[in-house]
């Protein structure tokens, strides 16, 4: 789990597009407006919240997973192996 997993979390949740995102300071800007913290608060944030998430399985492996997950398509953005 790194912060670009993150920012994807993030872009999904803001409703920040890929083109969007082409200027760097978009999404940290929509991030700050919305939340009132820079990018790496919010994955300390985040590191800390996602192990508090249900576990799920992974479609690919049979690993478990805590995950954050996207809002429509139902796939993990932000995720840490289950113990």
Known sequence: MDIFDFE??????LDVTDEQRDDDDYLEDKF???????LETGFALAKDLITRTP????????????AFI??????????????
Do not use: C, N, P, W
Request: charged share 35%; proline share 0%; aromatic share 10%.
């Open 55 to 66: 576990i799920v399985d992974s479609a690919l492996a049979t690993k478990k997973y805590h």
């Open 8 to 13: 994807e979390l993030m872009a999904d949740i």
């Open 70 to 83: 996207d809002k429509d398509q139902r796939f993990m953005l932000m995720k840490v192996e289950a113990s």
């Open 32 to 38: 700050y407006q919305r939340y009132g913290m820079d």
